[in-house]
């Protein structure tokens, strides 16, 4: 191939098969955006009005979702505005209820802390008497009295690693350690 062969070849007509599905690929972006900026706002203001006011961010999937297939059946979505706002709210109100029966056939999701076994009558009464005197009696210690229960009977820590994490000797941890657990021992004695 001859230098002036190849400059011609450069510039010769691009082959018309790939300029028609570039061509159609643009005008489908144009016209999603088009169909997103008239309809976007409604359809989540729809939506918020179709879920819990706990489940917000459902109903900004549930717009994507919905421009998603747009997007995938571009050709089915009207032309004419009305037409194309009837079609986009037809599908979010279906993705909707689809969704909320994907929510209803699922187990009922408990968290942890939920899940303390229950108590009997007296038995009832007397924990929750317990937990809020405990409650009281933690939120009456010092902070450094807190800190040092906390490192050491909920984080699990040594009393050395507890004593470096403190940036404070081993013997305060010992002594506000044991300081703290009688004050809480006599909360719960007399509470």
Do not use: C
């Not at 050395?160 to 941890?173: C, F, K, M, N, Y």
């Amino acid at each position: 191939m001859t230098t002036a062969t190849s400059v011609v070849d450069r510039h010769a007509a691009p082959v018309r098969t790939g300029f028609g599905a570039e061509h159609r690929e643009r005008r489908a972006e144009v016209q999603m955006r088009e169909i997103h900026r008239n309809n976007g706002g409604a359809l989540l203001h729809f939506l918020r009005s179709l879920v819990s006011s706990s489940a917000l961010h459902t109903a900004e999937d549930l717009v994507q979702e919905t421009m998603l297939r747009a997007w995938r059946n571009l050709d089915a979505v009207p032309v004419e505005a009305e037409s194309q706002r009837r079609w986009l709210f037809t599908v979010a109100r279906r993705l909707a209820i689809d969704a909320y029966r994907k929510r209803q056939s699922r187990p009922m999701e408990v968290s942890l802390i939920d899940t303390e076994p229950a108590a009997s009558g007296g038995e009832a009464a007397e924990m929750v008497i317990a937990k809020l005197t405990l409650r009281h009696a933690v939120s009456d210690l010092s902070p450094a009295h807190r800190s040092v229960l906390q490192e050491l009977y909920v984080e699990g820590h040594t009393l050395d690693e507890t004593a470096t994490r403190l940036g404070v000797p081993v013997g305060t941890v010992k002594s506000r350690a044991h300081y703290a657990m009688r004050h809480l021992r006599n909360a719960l004695m007399s509470g």
